[in-house]
């Protein structure tokens, strides 16, 4: 668990992590909001940036949940299902989270519309004002690093942006399960970006190389 007050800005350096070990990841109170559980963090301060969790899922019942517990840093989790046969369904509700069917050609911010979420204005002035609405995008065998939900929590703050005026996206490191152990990819991915954002391949964010990089990591889990 992180100490300190360190921004939540890092080197493109993958071995000068906070993260050392690899145990699934617990949910606690921690970082900036001071989320209990895995509850969204839905009441925000007015002047910070929202985030709404997008996962995309196809009979994922057995690992959803676990995505899902480590999503409290954000202020929605919208999850756009693929004709799941199973309780994947039931399970994103149980959890909080909005479902949509999936449609060919829609974007992102399609799904968000479709499921409620909306934009919300922000004071003048604040670095974020234009795209106050950002999107995490993660698979559902993915799970939040504490260290990556509390630099979430830093990034949502105005002080934050005050430190990365206009910063365009923001990528986070992986380390992903595989039978001899954990594996860790050596390049990050583009995977927050603003609700406006164009770009994208299949259903996530296109590479942006400028993107500035996270501390903390998503864990890629292959077993349920």
């Known amino acids: 668990m992180p100490t300190g007050r360190s921004w939540a800005i890092r080197s493109d ?42 996962l995309h899922t196809e009979n994922d019942a057995l690992r959803l949940g676990r995505a899902l517990e480590t999503l409290y840093p954000c202020d929605n989790i919208v999850v756009v299902d693929h004709g799941s046969s199973d309780s994947t369904v039931r399970v994103a509700r149980e959890y909080g989270a909005r479902v949509v069917g999936a449609k060919v050609g829609a974007l992102p911010r399609d799904y968000l519309q479709s499921a409620g979420v909306r934009s919300v204005s922000l004071p003048s002035g604040n670095p974020q004002s234009g795209n106050p609405e950002w999107i995490l995008c993660l698979d559902p065998r993915e799970a939040l690093t504490e260290s990556l939900a509390a630099s979430l929590f830093e990034w949502k703050s105005e002080a934050f942006h005050a430190k990365v005026r206009g910063a365009s996206a923001f990528s986070v490191f992986l380390r992903e399960e595989t039978a001899e152990g954990w594996v860790e990819l050596p390049a990050a991915q583009t995977r927050l970006v603003p609700q406006s954002w164009d770009l994208w391949k299949d259903r996530y964010p296109a590479h942006e190389a400028s993107a500035l990089a996270l501390e903390g990591e998503l864990l890629r889990f292959v077993f349920p």
């Open 13 to 54: 350096d993958p071995v000068t992590r906070d993260w050392r070990g690899c145990p699934r990841p617990a949910v606690r109170a921690i970082g900036y909001g001071r989320a209990v559980g895995g509850a969204p963090a839905s009441h925000r301060n007015p002047r910070m940036s929202s985030i709404t969790a997008l």
